[in-house]
């Protein structure tokens, strides 16, 4: 029989499986509404996650969960902008992020340090947080999801925890995903990245120093992001089928194309490699199904796309603050949930269709900058209001702001519900 663990109650109002940034920021924010929160995740923390380069757009919901001032105190490095050797000739140009909207800034850090704060402050704010905790299975009733049962490593039996709603936010596992909705590939941006680590690297000069840099080559493009000083992370990205057809080893293709970059190929002259080799494939994918009875997705677990402007810790935590939303409003009026996960998942889904169609368009670099320009004016400024340089950083850093995603009320709930029942 299943056990219920001493000291953590087997009743919540939500359980969300999963303690990256978008569990985390789920968890915590409903956390501070008052809401009795579990979050289960199957590691303990710290732990090791790509990612490091975030966007404007992820310090919103950092401010909801006042993290903003301990990612300062954590020394984080603030990133200003971004640097691209890309389009027609390959041309270096760069951005910042100050033409774009509300946020100067965001940063670079390294993600262990990043999930391990928001988790943390997760905890604070009164979530339940179980590390080392494997979901099994969930609890069904009908078809309706009401919890779950896992097991804590170290711990013997299997134990019960119910609720109102689970969230999904376990990332590319998909604990409850890959039982209840299918994904859909991106084939466009089926690609493999390949990254390691590496000290003593000459920096981007002057106004560009925490910049990202992003430099095309014939067959793919290279990241990096500078951590500290001294440390960058540097990646290579490129097609499945061309990796494949190569014949290569995946760090072989690494060091053969970053012998045809231009200013990577100058910043690590002097470098050293510090870390292994990582790999990750099949980057793009939505999930055809967000919601269900008794369950919602959230972050990688719903979506992710392509790495290229790095927005998937952004677009994971934008989600879970809307989302905390939702079901705070869910918790309180049970009769508005298939409506209210429905207009979050319609929400949500145009929110990535449009990062995604953007990172389509922009992979084809036969174009000039003011072409990529013009594209972000089309897609989020079609009355031309801003210049389009503005309009692509404002895209760029997730700040466009005319998504539902960002401004759904409770005023809009009712009346689908209300919609609904008619």
């Excluded at 013997?156 to 609720?163: I, L, P, Q, S």
């Excluded at 972050?299 to 952004?314: I, K, M, R, W, Y």
């Excluded at 918790?331 to 998942?345: C, F, N």
């Excluded at 850093?397 to 919609?419: E, V």
Aim: proline content about 3%.
């Amino acid at each position: 029989m299943p056990s219920t663990l001493y000291g953590v109650p087997d009743e919540f109002d939500v359980i969300v499986i999963g303690g990256g940034p978008a569990g985390a920021t789920t968890a915590g924010l409903l956390a501070q509404r008052g809401h009795r929160v579990l979050v289960l995740d199957r590691e303990r923390f710290p732990r090791y996650h790509v990612g490091e380069s975030l966007i404007p757009a992820f310090m919103r919901p950092m401010q909801e969960l006042g993290l903003t001032e301990r990612m300062d105190a954590r020394g984080f490095e603030r990133k200003y902008g971004g640097s691209l050797v890309w389009g027609n000739n390959q041309i270096p140009w760069n951005f910042s992020f100050i033409k774009g909207g509300a946020y100067a800034y965001a940063y670079h850090t390294r993600r262990a340090d990043l999930d391990c704060l928001i988790l943390d402050r997760a905890r604070e704010l009164g979530a339940y947080v179980l590390e080392e905790a494997t979901v099994k299975e969930a609890i069904m009733v009908g078809e309706r999801v009401t919890g779950v049962r896992y097991s804590l490593r170290g711990l013997d039996g299997v134990h019960e925890a119910r609720a109102k709603l689970v969230v999904d936010a376990s990332g590319q596992a998909r604990v409850l995903a890959r039982k209840l909705a299918d994904v859909e590939w991106h084939e466009d941006l089926r690609n493999v990245a390949v990254w390691t680590y590496f000290d003593n690297c000459e920096r981007l000069p002057g106004d560009e120093y925490t910049n990202i840099l992003i430099e095309g080559v014939d067959e793919g493009w290279f990241w990096a992001i500078p951590i500290d000083k001294n440390n960058i992370s540097v990646g290579y990205v490129t097609r499945s089928a061309t990796a494949s057809e190569s014949g290569e080893a995946l760090n072989e293709l690494f060091h053969r194309e970053l012998g045809n970059t231009t200013k990577l190929k100058k910043m690590l002259a002097g470098a050293s490699q510090c870390a292994g080799f990582r790999t990750a494939r099949d980057w793009s994918y939505h999930s055809k199904k967000f919601h269900g009875d008794g369950w919602v997705l959230v972050g990688d677990s719903a979506a992710f796309v392509d790495p290229l402007f790095s927005t998937g810790v952004a677009l994971a935590t934008l989600a879970g603050s809307t989302l905390t939303r939702i079901i705070d409003q869910v918790i309180q009026h049970p009769e508005i949930e298939s409506q209210a996960l429905k207009r979050y998942a319609t929400a949500y889904s145009d929110f990535f269709d449009e990062i995604r169609t953007f990172v389509e368009r922009f992979y084809d670099r036969t174009k000039y900058k003011e072409f990529y320009f013009s594209l972000a004016q089309e897609m989020i400024d079609p009355e031309r209001k801003n210049e389009p340089s503005a309009d692509f950083v404002t895209l760029i850093s997730g700040l466009s702001g005319k998504h539902p995603m960002f401004n759904i009320t409770l005023d809009d709930l009712i009346a689908d519900a209300s919609a609904a029942a008619e």
